[in-house]
C-alpha cells in the first residue's frame, strides 16, 4: 500500500523543494527498507514542477517498523533546513503532518511513536 509524502518549505524556491524531494527519495532509498519514487509525471532536475507534484514522493512497503529508519533520514533533512514540513498521507486519506520541532530531542521519540502507529494502521 502506497503513501505520499509532500515536502514542503516556505523559505525555499520551487526548484529547491523539488531537488530536495528527489534527494530524499535517494536517501530513502538507500537508507530504508522503505521504497520512494517521485510520482509519474514528476520534473527532470531543474524543473519546477506542478502544484501537484511538486515536493510529492511515493512511498511503498512502509510499516510501524520501517518507520523508525524512514524518521531517521528525515531527521537529516530537517536538521538542514527548519522551515521544512513533510505531509504523510496514506490510501484512505489519513494524514501525518512532521514539522522540524517535532524532530528535537525532546520529542523524537513522541514523533517515532506517533509515526509508527500511523504506518502500522496503514499496512494493516
Do not use: C, W
Not at 24 to 40: C, D, E, F, K, V
Not at 60 to 86: C, H, N, P, W
Not at 107 to 121: H, N
Amino acid at each position: 500500500m502506497n503513501q505520499n509524502l509532500i515536502l514542503r518549505s516556505g523559505q525555499l524556491e520551487p526548484a529547491e523543494v523539488q531537488a530536495m524531494a528527489r534527494e530524499l527519495a535517494g536517501s530513502i532509498n538507500r537508507h530504508t527498507a522503505a521504497q520512494a519514487s517521485l510520482p509519474n509525471g514528476a520534473t527532470r532536475p531543474g524543473e519546477r514542477g506542478d502544484p501537484v507534484t511538486l515536493g510529492a514522493i511515493v512511498l511503498s512497503v512502509i510499516t510501524s517498523g520501517t518507520a523508525v529508519a524512514l524518521f531517521q533520514v528525515i531527521k537529516a533533512y530537517f536538521e538542514r533546513d527548519e522551515s521544512l514540513e513533510m505531509a504523510f498521507e496514506g490510501p484512505e486519506g489519513r494524514k501525518l503532518t512532521i514539522k522540524a520541532e517535532n524532530m528535537s530531542a525532546e520529542r523524537i521519540d513522541e514523533t517515532i511513536a506517533m509515526a509508527q502507529a500511523f504506518f502500522g494502521e496503514q499496512s494493516g
